[in-house]
């Protein structure tokens, strides 16, 4: 029986603190947090399921989220209608990234961010990131555009960083000449 997740408000004093490195392999615990954490994801993103469960829509959270300061995150991708992918890491580092800047046009959301915020987040276009699955294996993923925002707003989880600290107080909006809006 699925039962969603309790996430935390962005009000709660966790989310500003920074995550611990975990040592892998993971407990049986974590791997069944990270199970229930793509069910909720996945479940958000199909409409039935959302409104079923009186969901919001996200594809991803970081175990910080949930209260817990470690350096995990998940992302469940819709590619295709109805066709996801899973990426779960652990103790994740960004290693390189593009010199091109983009930002969603509608800008940012966020599980713990129960409002609005207006304004875009400046977010690299291309990033590599590395750490390990659940078992403890290497992994490196290049990640573009949406799936790259993605990436770099759990990353800043794992680091006390809520997407809204990245944007502009006395600038909130660009236009096309300044980033490329996606």
């Known amino acids: ?21 975990v040592s892998l392999p993971l407990s049986k615990e974590d791997k069944e947090t990270i199970d229930h ?40 991708h819709e590619y295709e209608e109805g066709k996801f992918k899973n990426y779960v890491i652990v103790n994740p580092k960004i290693i390189s990234h593009s010199e091109e800047m983009v930002a969603l046009e509608t800008g940012e959301g966020c599980l713990s961010v129960n409002r609005e915020v207006e304004g875009h987040v ?43 600290d990245r944007i502009d107080k006395n600038k909130p909006f660009f236009n096309e000449n300044e980033i490329r809006l996606i």
């Open 1 to 21: 029986m699925f039962k969603p997740l309790d996430i935390l408000d962005d009000k709660h004093k966790v989310l500003r603190q920074v995550s611990k490195e």
């Open 122 to 164: 400046p977010r690299f276009a291309r990033i590599t990131i590395i750490g390990y699955d659940p078992d403890g294996n290497k992994v490196s993923i290049r990640a573009r555009e949406d799936l790259s925002v993605a990436f770099q707003h759990e990353v800043d989880h794992l680091n006390g960083i809520l997407f809204y």
């Open 37 to 76: 954490i793509i069910t909720h994801l996945k479940y958000s993103q199909i409409e039935k399921m959302a409104e079923k469960y009186d969901l919001r829509p996200g594809m991803g959270l970081a175990f910080p989220q949930l209260g817990m300061l470690k350096r995990i995150i998940i992302i469940v």
